[in-house]
T-cell receptor, first 114, second 112 residues
Framework: AQSVAQPEDQVNVAEGNPLTVKCTYS??????LFWYVQYPNRGLQFLLK??????LVKGSYGFEAEFNKSQTSFHLKKPSALVSDSALYFC????????????FGTGTSLTVIP | ETGVTQSPTHLIKTRGQQVTLRCSSQ?????VSWYQQALGQGPQFIFQ???????GRGNFPPRFSGLQFPNYSSELNVNALELDDSALYLC???????????FGPGTRLTVT
């Protein structure tokens, strides 16, 4: 069965420190992986995706994510956190067989402390 | 470029009633997906429409149905509303049915 796990409901990090939001997945076929961010009272915004190629992908707002096939992980990272990065982050995986279903994790609330 | 829009923003319905939610896709996008997001949860895939045809469906009962129009806008219809249907309903459009999605702000449905 396809699934996405975000093991941390809440991540706190000090402003200026590096941040990591974790994601592991289970999917048939080749994984297409995505990160989205949800700000309060706003829809989800696309951050970045991995389809193929370099395991380190770069996205919007200075975020990047590392695909690790052996660990079936796709952790979101940023070298230096900003207070404005505080939001809810969702990892998503595309069904590898049909390609038309997306499975989302339960979300990780990131708080950047000034 | 116009983003994804949804209407209405909020809706209150009574158990057993029917509801229609609407979505306009981003310009140039021919694929629309609908999601249900319960409080504190991630979005759950309901179904996807690609060029006016249903292109995939999640684990939702048949009382959840949809349409996509020639201009690629879409409707989500829910019949015989239940209390558990209370949630944020998100619409997302994409250029390609497997690609990244662009979400609307959602419709908050409350069933009493």
């Amino acid at each position: 069965a396809q699934s996405v796990a975000q093991p941390e409901d809440q991540v706190n990090v000090a402003e200026g420190n590096p941040l990591t939001v974790k994601c592991t997945y289970s999917v048939s076929g080749n994984p297409y992986l995505f990160w989205y961010v949800q700000y309060p009272n706003r829809g989800l915004q696309f951050l970045l995706k991995y389809i193929t190629g370099d395991n380190l992908v770069k996205g919007s707002y200075g975020f990047e994510a590392e695909f690790n096939k052996s660990q079936t992980s796709f952790h979101l990272k940023k070298p230096s956190a900003l207070v404005s990065d505080s939001a809810l982050y969702f990892c998503a995986v595309r069904d590898g067989n049909t390609g038309n279903q997306f499975y989302f994790g339960t979300g990780t609330s990131l708080t950047v402390i000034p | 470029e116009t983003g994804v829009t949804q209407s209405p923003t909020h809706l209150i319905k009574t158990r057993g009633q029917q509801v229609t939610l609407r979505c306009s896709s981003q310009s140039g996008h021919n694929t629309v997906s609908w999601y249900q997001q319960a409080l504190g949860q991630g979005p759950q895939f309901i179904f996807q429409y690609y060029r006016e045809e249903e292109n995939g469906r999640g684990n939702f009962p048949p009382r959840f149905s949809g349409l996509q129009f020639p201009n690629y806008s879409s409707e989500l219809n829910v019949n015989a509303l239940e209390l558990d249907d209370s949630a944020l309903y998100l619409c997302a459009s994409s250029l390609y049915w497997g690609d990244e999605q662009y979400f609307g702000p959602g419709t908050r449905l409350t069933v009493t």
